[in-house]
């Protein structure tokens, strides 16, 4: 690699995958401002996300629990196997929630009623760095 070509921690590759379309632009958008030269592909629909996972191969992809197009953690049980990271962001951390999470793969678990963007940035930047990111709230359950 030469000094100029980018790393994916400089320039990553990231598909933001949320059905609230706030949710969704908001984590895109400080993903852009906090990576310059990040590529950020938003989606709010589950099929279209995974289609563009698996035509770009990305560096990193961010999701909710809950995606309107797609039953149950279907977005997430194709990936058991990958080494793609996973954050996933959610206000439902709950032990129920956290309990069924455990039949599929994820790097990262975000709760967005306990942390603010700070944090956020944070677990985005230690899924890219693939570490383990689980916000305090929720890491008794795991």
């Known amino acids: 690699m030469t000094m100029n070509?980018?790393?994916?921690?400089?320039?990553?590759?990231?598909?933001?995958?949320?059905?609230?379309?706030?949710?969704?632009d908001f984590i895109g958008l400080n993903i852009q401002n906090r990576w310059p030269k990040a590529r950020v592909s938003?989606?709010?629909?589950?099929?279209?996300?995974l289609k563009c996972i698996w035509q770009t191969r990305p560096d990193?992809?961010?999701?909710?629990?809950?995606?309107?197009?797609?039953?149950?953690?279907?977005?997430?049980?194709?990936?058991?196997?990958?080494?793609?990271?996973?954050?996933?962001?959610?206000?439902?951390a709950d032990a129920t929630t956290v309990r069924r999470l455990r039949r599929v793969r994820f790097d990262g678990l975000f709760d967005?009623?306990?942390?603010?963007?700070?944090r956020l940035l944070e677990a985005i930047e230690k899924s890219l760095r693939r570490q383990r990111y689980v916000s305090p709230r929720v890491a008794r359950w795991l």
């Open 5 to 24: 070509t980018p790393t994916p921690l400089d320039a990553p590759h990231v598909v933001v995958l949320k059905s609230n379309r706030f949710h969704a």
């Open 42 to 49: 938003v989606f709010y629909s589950g099929n279209e996300a």
């Open 60 to 92: 990193l992809f961010v999701t909710g629990i809950k995606i309107d197009d797609l039953e149950g953690l279907e977005h997430l049980e194709p990936f058991t196997d990958s080494e793609l990271p996973i954050l996933i962001v959610t206000a439902c």
């Open 112 to 118: 967005s009623l306990e942390e603010g963007l700070e």
